[in-house]
């Protein structure tokens, strides 16, 4: 069974920071994606990570993908107020399109 | 560009009721994807569609049921709901093509609250 683990839950930090989200998955995957959720919106995509050392940056998001260690992080650079939201990863494979979540890293970043 | 279309936005029932929740997935995608999401929740995979027929199954109750149809919208049934039914529903299209990376578009949600 597929199972998704992110770590923090949820954090709090200040602007101007750097933290890194990471996201480990139990089995073999084909796809890695990040979404972003603010409170009571929908699910908007950020990165799709398709295979080993994969990178994908937009702005001061950047995720990496390394499927040996089946774990994919999202780094934040230079945090600000705006990037404050619900971040998930999800996985899915070939043979089953549905994703599978982790659970959310709640991120609050403070003026 | 055009996104996923999703009716209501908002809906409130009363228990042991009935709702139907709509999508409209974006063009040229053929497949639909059902989540439902509680508070503080991830998402939840209940039922998927590809070229209207289904594709996989997870979570859906069985007082739940949904279908595809030829215009590639779908439609999540839901009977007899329960105080426990009440989340966000999302719906999600995304094109199947082989060696593509079939990102989920997300619609806006409907908010189901059952009293």
């Known amino acids: 069974e597929l199972k998704v683990e992110q770590n923090p839950l949820f954090l709090s930090m200040q602007e101007g920071k750097n933290y890194t989200i990471y996201c480990n998955y139990s089995?073999?995957?084909?796809?890695l994606y990040w979404y972003r959720q603010d409170p009571g919106k929908s699910l908007e995509s950020l990165f799709v990570l398709l295979s080993n050392g994969a990178v994908k940056q937009e702005g001061r998001l950047m995720a990496s993908l390394d499927t040996k260690a089946r774990l994919s992080t999202l780094h934040i650079t230079a945090a600000v107020h705006d990037l404050s939201a619900t971040y998930f990863c999800?996985?899915?494979?070939?043979?089953?399109?549905?994703?599978?979540w982790g659970a959310g890293t709640k991120l609050i970043i403070k003026p | 560009a055009a996104g996923v279309i999703q009716s209501p936005r908002h809906l409130i029932k009363e228990k042991r009721e009935t709702a139907t929740l709509k999508c409209y997935p974006i063009p040229r995608h053929d497949t639909v994807y059902w989540y439902q999401q509680g508070p503080g929740q991830d998402p939840q995979f209940l039922i998927s569609?590809?070229?209207?027929?289904?594709?996989d199954k997870g979570s859906i109750p069985d007082r739940f049921s949904a279908q595809q149809f030829s215009d590639y919208h779908s439609e999540l049934n839901m009977s007899s709901l329960e105080l426990g039914d009440s989340a966000l529903y999302f719906c999600?299209?995304?094109?199947?093509?082989?060696?593509?990376?079939?990102?989920?578009?997300f619609g806006p949600g409907t908010r189901l609250t059952v009293l």
């Open positions: 999600a299209s995304s094109p199947r093509l082989a060696g593509v990376d079939n990102e989920q578009f």
């Open positions: 569609f590809y070229e209207k027929m289904q594709s």
């Open positions: 089995t073999t995957s084909d796809r």
């Open positions: 999800a996985v899915s494979m070939d043979s089953n399109y549905q994703l599978i």
